[in-house]
T-cell receptor, first 112, second 113 residues
Framework: GQQVMQIPQYQHVQEGEDFTTYCNSS?????IQWYKQRPGGHPVFLIQ?????EVKKQKRLTFQFGEAKKNSSLHITATQTTDVGTYFC????????????FGTGTKLQVIP | EAQVTQNPRYLITVTGKKLTVTCSQNMNHEYMSWYRQDPGLGLRQIYYSMNVEVTDKGDVPEGYKVSRKEKRNFPLILESPSPNQTSLYFCASKGTRSSYEQYFGPGTRLTVT
C-alpha cells in the first residue's frame, strides 16, 4: 500500500530553538493532514493541506505542501515546552476523504 | 460536550477470548474509523465506515471485525485475540464527506497474553 515516510523519528531541542519534521510520499498525494499527540493523549487534528505549494500558518507553526504534492513539512518557530508531543502527517492519495495513511511520527522533546 | 468515547480504556485478556471494544460519538458524524498505534509504526487504519451498514478494510484488517448498525456506534471485535494484537487502539470520527478533521477517542490499551 501507499506509505508516507516521516523524519526524523525523534528530535530534542532546547526551548526557543526551531523544529521541523518532514513527510515524503513516492507518489502524488491528493492532500495531507497534520496531527499532534501529547504524551498519553490522543491525536488532535492541526491542519489540512490540499493545494500544490500551499503554505499555512498557525501562530508559531508553519505547514507547507510541496509543489509536486509529494512532500510536506511542519516547522515550529521558537519551541516552547507546550510543543512537546508526537507530530504525525496523514496522507490521502485518492481524495475520497475516506482512507488516510499516517506517517510514523516525529517525537519532539523540548528541553527547558 | 462533543466527544468520542471508548470502552474499556484498559483491557488485559488471554489468547482466544473474544472481546469487543466499543466506540460511540455524539456529533452525528457519518464517518468512523479504527486505528491501532504501535511504537515506531505510527497509526495504522484497521477498518472504517462511511455510514450505517457501510464498512471497508483499512491497511491492517486481519483478525478484526466491525459493525455499524447505528450511526453513533462503531464497535471493534476481536473474535480470537492473539498477542500480536497487543496495542493501543483509537476510534475516530469525522463529519461531512469533504472534511478531513478526525476526532479521536481517548484510546484503549489492550494486552493479550
Amino acid at each position: 500500500g501507499q506509505q508516507v515516510m516521516q523524519i526524523p523519528q525523534y528530535q530534542h531541542v532546547q526551548e526557543g530553538e526551531d523544529f521541523t519534521t518532514y513527510c515524503n510520499s513516492s507518489t502524488t498525494l491528493s492532500n495531507i493532514q497534520w496531527y499532534k499527540q501529547r504524551p498519553g493523549g490522543h491525536p488532535v487534528f492541526l491542519i489540512q493541506l490540499v493545494k500544490s505549494g500551499e503554505v499555512k500558518k498557525q501562530k508559531r507553526l508553519t505547514f507547507q505542501f510541496g509543489e509536486a504534492k509529494k512532500n510536506s513539512s511542519l516547522h515550529i518557530t521558537a519551541t516552547q515546552t507546550t510543543d512537546v508531543g508526537t507530530y504525525f502527517c496523514a496522507g490521502d492519495w485518492s481524495g475520497g476523504y475516506q482512507k488516510v495513511t499516517f506517517g510514523t511520527g516525529t517525537k519532539l522533546q523540548v528541553i527547558p | 460536550e462533543a466527544q468520542v468515547t471508548q470502552n474499556p480504556r484498559y483491557l488485559i485478556t488471554v489468547t482466544g477470548k473474544k472481546l469487543t471494544v466499543t466506540c460511540s460519538q455524539n456529533m452525528n458524524h457519518e464517518y468512523m474509523s479504527w486505528y491501532r498505534q504501535d511504537p515506531g509504526l505510527g497509526l495504522r487504519q484497521i477498518y472504517y465506515s462511511m455510514n450505517v451498514e457501510v464498512t471497508d478494510k483499512g491497511d491492517v484488517p486481519e483478525g478484526y471485525k466491525v459493525s455499524r448498525k447505528e450511526k453513533r456506534n462503531f464497535p471493534l471485535i476481536l473474535e480470537s485475540p492473539s498477542p500480536n494484537q497487543t496495542s493501543l487502539y483509537f476510534c475516530a470520527s469525522k463529519g461531512t464527506r469533504s472534511s478531513y478533521e478526525q476526532y479521536f477517542g481517548p484510546g484503549t490499551r489492550l494486552t493479550v497474553t
